[in-house]
């Protein structure tokens, strides 16, 4: 309907019909280049910069760095694990696990998500695909982030999973006789 109004020019003179579209043209046009769609870079300059350092730190076969390349989650993903320094040798299975189809998108996703923010862990952290496993489900990160911090319930649940108390040390037992 608005577009009839718009170009309804039956009644214009020629001139008047061609000012008419040409500004409709430009205010379109100013819309589409004033959106800014999301991407993870800052920009197209930084995406190829970070390209170039996953290709040659990871040594990426054609197959594998075209399957990344589509995927700008995982090269933001990737790019910012290497900024953080987490272990060479993690990010590279991980990454193997993927080009293999172990993870689908959203797990790799995940599990780097849970490597970069907690890096502090002994052991890294596993995808268990067993039938009957027993586990913890989070629906978000920033629920996986209250749960791990200090006095956030990891300590008692983990006591209460693994059967075990914490033992008081400075107390003395007494000898019952």
């Known amino acids: 309907m608005l577009l009839k109004t718009i170009f309804d ?3 214009m ?3 008047q019909q ?3 579209q040409l500004i409709f043209l ?10 800014k769609s999301y991407v993870p870079f800052a920009s197209v300059k930084e995406k190829k910069t970070q ?4 290709k040659t730190t990871f040594n990426l076969t054609k197959a594998e760095f075209k399957k990344m390349k589509n995927e ?3 090269l933001f993903t ?3 694990s290497l900024k953080k320094n987490i272990k060479f040798s993690l990010i590279q299975r991980r990454l193997d696990s993927f ?6 998108r959203k797990e790799l996703l995940a599990i780097l998500l849970v490597d970069y923010h907690f890096p502090h862990f002994k052991k890294p952290v596993e995808l268990n695909r067993k039938k009957n496993a027993k586990g913890i489900e989070f629906k978000d990160m920033k629920e996986m982030k209250k749960f791990f911090q200090p006095g956030g319930g990891f300590e008692k649940d983990m006591n209460g999973m693994l059967g075990t108390k914490k033992k008081d040390s400075t107390t003395k037992k007494k000898d019952n006789k």
């Open 9 to 11: 020019c039956t009644k």
């Open 13 to 15: 003179s020629k001139s």
């Open 18 to 20: 061609m000012k008419k």
């Open 26 to 35: 430009i205010s379109i046009l100013i819309l589409i280049v004033a959106c």
């Open 51 to 54: 390209l170039e350092l996953i």
């Open 72 to 74: 700008d989650s995982i």
């Open 78 to 80: 990737v790019a910012k």
């Open 99 to 104: 080009f293999l189809n172990n993870y689908n």
